[in-house]
């Protein structure tokens, strides 16, 4: 199953203030929704648009084989820099390398990430993309414990490459946003349709 999700992947890819956390948002399409316009046999997917790159998305991937399971999450990064300053650098030699990240909830809980690159191409317009796998994150997603005093939900992610990690050089953009608002609410509507799957039943 991670090699198919890893395959799905690769093809997949205003101003609010919110306590302490401005969000800025190039266009509209910035919520969590069911991703039915990518599908993959054993996989219900929700995703969130970045506030920077209308294609850049952030992903949850439910397996059908385990659908009360720790969910996949995974983020596309793109960046225009590379073919104007690396010119010459093989962006692929990125995968299988990891970024340290630092995800950012509301400015209330903070997570360093090690993030595993598990895919990194250049587009037909000659920009580049990293996709990442964040790993263990879902507990702090969901944020349903007591210990993150998070009744409601988080309202905005802002995920920034660390300063002295190697790739920030690559990003013109190293910090991107994403509203967390419905989230816990999609997550329950791809369970139940996980449940619905012939694998489940």
């Keep these: 199953m991670n090699r198919s999700i890893h395959f799905l992947v690769i ?11 401005e969000y800025n948002s190039l266009h509209d399409e910035t919520f969590w929704f069911p991703n039915s316009e990518f599908t993959l046999e054993g996989v219900k997917t929700g995703s969130v648009r970045s506030n920077l790159v209308w294609k850049d998305r952030m992903y949850v991937m439910v397996d059908e084989e385990n659908c009360l399971g720790e969910p996949s999450i995974f983020v596309q990064l793109s960046t225009n820099k590379v073919k104007t300053k690396f010119p010459d650098f093989d962006f692929t030699s990125l995968e299988d390398k990891h970024v340290d990240l630092v995800l950012n909830f509301d400015g209330k809980y903070i997570e360093n990430n090690h993030a595993k690159i598990i895919n990194a191409l250049e587009f037909d317009d000659g920009n580049h993309a ?16 007591e210990a993150y005093e998070n009744l409601l939900g988080w309202k905005v992610l802002t995920l920034k490459i660390q300063d002295d990690d190697p790739t920030i050089k690559y990003f013109a953009f190293p910090e991107r946003q994403y509203r967390m608002l419905g989230f816990r609410t999609l997550m329950v509507h791809l369970i139940e349709e996980c449940k619905k799957s012939s694998k489940y039943r």
């Design 11 to 21: 093809f997949l890819f205003t101003d609010i203030i919110f306590g302490e956390i």
């Design 130 to 145: 990293i996709h990442l796998n964040l790993g263990r994150v879902y507990k702090s997603f969901l944020a349903i414990e």
